[in-house]
């Protein structure tokens, strides 16, 4: 039973570039976490999608950054024109479907792809 | 605000017990989680409190007290492998996690 899958694993851009980042969720589950963590900092939420849906992109920056999972696919976060301040590692997460009342989804972590920009 | 507050490091001995405080201040709370990231590696779900009380699974147990906004797990029999991060997370109203900074753990022999 695959768990959270991602890739790259690790991941070099020169500022200027653009990246990309896959990650395909657990099998049956249809919701998808994207989180940043900086060096020495904690896990920061980015954005919450469904397939073809994005449900919270509150932790997005407004510039550069986008994220989404299509019908079929992995989702993609996607970091345009890279600057040195977004090397980090960036975690995806999924969960098997939005809780109703009270309680949230556990969410279970892949492995994470970790950005270098030179 | 969003706050998320535990200890930056803790040390404790092998076969003994260790207890991680979180203490939290979130809007639109919706349970309470605990993950173990070792260096490098994904964070791995350990415990989920939504209701006050305790929750025990093996060596592991995680409390939970709503109305004074804290939580902690409690490791015990400790092993050399339980060497890692704990990270506090509090669930959001939209499902999403907001975490701590996480506190490392070192289990010396």
């Known amino acids: 039973n695959a768990g959270v899958m991602q890739n790259p694993r690790h991941l070099v851009r020169r500022r200027g570039q653009e990246a990309r980042l896959r990650c395909s969720p657990m099998?049956?589950?249809?919701?998808v976490y994207w989180y940043r963590q900086l060096p020495e900092e904690g896990l920061k939420f980015m954005v919450y999608l469904q397939k073809e849906n994005i449900i919270d992109e509150s932790g997005m920056p407004k510039e550069r950054f986008s994220a989404e999972f299509p019908k079929e696919g992995p989702s993609i976060l996607r970091i345009q024109q890279v600057v040195r301040g977004d090397s980090a590692a960036y975690f995806c997460a999924s969960s098997e479907r939005r809780q109703t009342g009270l309680g949230t989804d556990t969410q279970y972590f892949g492995p994470g792809t970790r950005l270098t920009v030179l | 605000g969003q706050n998320i507050d535990q200890p930056t490091e803790m040390t404790a001995t092998e076969g003994a017990i260790v207890q991680i405080n979180c203490t939290y201040q979130t809007s639109g709370f919706n349970g309470l989680f605990w993950y173990q990231q070792h260096a490098g590696e994904a964070p791995t779900f350990l415990s989920y409190?939504?209701?006050?009380g305790l929750e025990e699974k093996g060596r592991f147990s995680s409390f939970l007290s709503r109305s004074k906004g804290y939580s902690y797990l409690l490791l015990k029999e400790l092993q050399m492998k339980d060497s890692a991060s704990y990270l506090c997370?509090?669930?959001?109203?939209?499902?999403?996690?907001?975490f701590g900074t996480g506190t490392l753990l070192a289990v010396q022999p």
């Open positions: 409190n939504v209701l006050d």
């Open positions: 099998k049956g589950h249809s919701h």
């Open positions: 997370a509090a669930g959001g109203a939209t499902n999403k996690l907001i």
